[in-house]
């Protein structure tokens, strides 16, 4: 697949790191700098490659939107026209220093982009885990019990794609449903975060979903 | 320990019956009828029996709310004073018909019934997980990989008592700080909902949170 990565910054250079790995063409966009871009194409190590937001999202077959709340607008201005894309969205809608939602409860972050975006296949994924996570869930890949991923979206083709991606990585994903439930995910990411972050463990936090007897 | 059990429905009654397996004195309150309670502490099997809310309060070092939201005010009414008590919650602040959260972004459920009880200490448990979970839950507690319990409270003393019951349930506990992190666990509570009961794989749901390579 072609992968557009908009935001290479944690989850987005490292998504795309290990999308390129997995066998996947990607293109990273929309860093601090021109160097840091064509950095992370060459320690992925696959068929990456560094890009204008216009030049991921062209012939992308996903486009990853990995960029702080505050730059939709801006990123989405540079990427050109979605319509019919997949959109693979992980940001949450936080406020400018990062200590809280400002979208929730009554929407979300992944419905706001929905609405901003119509004619685009939404679905929120790669949201909950912290980045710092993720090479380790890819280098465990063929472990037995692979953590789980939570997805949820209303485009049915869409999801399958997200699906695959998350099993790429290395997580057993897991369909939460509609893209509303994304009003659950987002608090969620937000008690993830505060495990990781607050508590005296470390980051490398990933989460499983087990049904008992099973 | 002896424990207050104000709302004895499919929570409060489980959670209730495990803690007596477990040895702790409980006394069960608030259920559709006398008959109910009684069932429950007669198949609790251990030091059990029916009481009135204020019984129930009366003496204990511990009392679990696990009453619809739409009761609080009644249950509590009946219970009397609870100041200086350790109150566990696990009730989730819902709308009549279950569907939604009636509190949350900038409160949750944990914080309303603060607010309520300054005097109380609270501490919000219990409340993450189905309650079809909980019997096996407790039944697989010898064995390795116990499911998490995310639980948070302001009150040092009262949350490591929490700690102590959730392990005596089955679960390995998780401190997820403050009492105002209840503004995440309860949409994650949503979220588990979602998977439990709108999922196809049953309502057995249990989370574990793991940190790679440990």
């Known amino acids: 697949m072609r992968i557009g990565i908009l935001g290479s910054g944690l989850m987005g250079g490292k998504l795309g790191m290990i999308f390129a790995r997995a066998g996947h063409d990607v293109i990273f966009s929309y860093a601090r ?5 064509k950095r992370l194409a060459r320690e992925a190590k696959g068929k990456a490659r560094a890009g204008t937001p216009r030049e ?4 992308a077959d996903a486009v990853l939107l990995a960029v702080h709340w505050l730059r939709f607008d801006d990123v989405l201005k ?9 959109v693979l969205t992980c940001s949450m809608p936080m406020n400018e220093d990062n200590t809280e939602l400002v979208v929730a409860h009554t929407s979300s972050g992944a419905e706001e982009l929905a609405k901003r975006m119509p004619k685009a296949r939404i679905v929120a994924a790669f949201g909950t885990v912290p980045s710092e996570v993720l090479f380790g869930v890819y280098e465990a890949r063929r472990k037995a019990h692979r953590p789980s991923l939570v997805y949820c979206g209303d485009d049915r083709r869409g999801k399958n794609v997200a699906a695959g991606l998350i099993r790429d990585v290395g997580f057993d994903p897991v369909d939460a449903g509609p893209l509303r439930i994304a ?13 990781a972050y607050e508590g005296k463990e470390g980051p490398e936090l990933a989460y499983r979903f087990e049904r008992l007897g099973k």
Do not use: H, N, W
Request: proline share 3%; net charge negative; charged share 25%.
């Open 33 to 37: 700098s021109e160097q840091k871009l």
């Open 56 to 59: 991921a999202a062209q012939d």
């Open 78 to 86: 540079q990427a050109g026209d979605l319509s019919g894309k997949l």
């Open 183 to 195: 009003r659950y995910t987002e608090p969620f990411t937000m008690l993830i975060a505060q495990l």
